[in-house]
């Protein structure tokens, strides 16, 4: 039987045909039907009309078989070439418009944002809030939309929101050093000192009063096994889900608030995974 050829480089294939190797599908076809007529005027030489049709058939079929061709492809570019095209054909199906291009990443001095001031919105709330960002990166909020959105109540709420937050987080890493030192519950390190000195510092400068909150843009990965990362950058602002993971899933939208001193002009959106 007629088997399978392989496409060895780019507008050339290979037909095997009956142990013959003949060059392009075009060729092979031109082949099986020399041999369709090279038979045919054997069969009025040697066999009687019956004969002859069914040879006719059998050829014929042989023929259909060649012009329709069983080729199978084969990839002869290196292995790093192939692995970068799928990886990139790969993330292209696994992407989301909402991501920015890794060459447009925001480039130094930036400041980190502390997670106290990065607020992923429920999932309630995300149709309303992706409707909202249909068009733009960055919407400004009210202290009352972000209560509205994310459900908190802060008591004794003084100032505004973003220093009310802050002063709740100081208090509940006060707390956790707290039962580790004299309860041996729980644990604290050096990084936990170092962010609670650091937001104390904030505090005392009074530099949460000049912030606003901005609902953002953003994607997640796996939302449930990391948490978000943010930085101004000048006058961008960039946004990153960073998480764990075995394989890269499709991205899904996941819009944040973000406590800001100003519109940022622009926004980067990106992700990041560990396994």
């Avoid at 993971?245 to 991205?251: A, I, L």
Wanted: hydrophobic content about 40%; aromatic content about 6%; some cysteine.
């Amino acid at each position: 039987m007629p088997t399978c050829g392989s496409l060895k480089a780019p507008g050339k294939t290979e037909s095997r045909w009956f142990g013959s190797n003949v060059r392009s599908g075009w060729s092979g076809a031109a082949a099986a039907l020399g041999f369709v007529l090279a038979m045919v005027r054997t069969s009025h030489s040697r066999w009687g009309a019956r004969e002859h049709v069914l040879k006719f058939a059998v050829c014929g079929a042989i023929a259909a078989f060649s012009l329709a061709g069983c080729t199978k492809v084969v990839d002869q570019r290196p292995p790093a070439d192939r692995e970068r095209a799928s990886t990139a054909e790969d993330q292209a199906d696994l992407s989301d418009s909402w991501e920015t291009a890794s060459a447009s990443r925001p480039q130094g001095p930036c400041t980190e944002i502390d997670r106290t001031f990065i607020l992923p919105v429920p999932v309630k709330e995300r149709p309303a809030a992706i409707a909202r960002l249909a068009d733009v990166d960055a919407v400004l909020l009210s202290d009352a939309d972000v209560e509205k959105i994310v459900g908190i109540e802060l008591e004794a709420k003084a100032g505004n929101l973003p220093s009310a937050l802050l002063r709740r987080e100081i208090e509940r890493l006060e707390a956790e050093r707290r039962a580790a030192y004299e309860q041996n519950v729980g644990s604290w390190n050096v990084a936990s000192q170092e962010r609670l000195e650091g937001l104390v510092e904030y505090s005392r400068a009074g530099n949460a009063k000049k912030l606003s909150p901005f609902l953002i843009r953003a994607i997640a990965k796996n939302e449930f096994t990391g948490g978000f990362v943010a930085s101004v950058c000048g006058d961008a602002l960039s946004i990153a889900h960073v998480s764990l993971g075995h394989s890269t899933p499709r991205s899904q939208r996941l819009p944040v608030i973000v406590f800001v001193e100003r519109t940022p002009a622009k926004v980067h959106i990106d992700w990041g995974m560990a396994e």
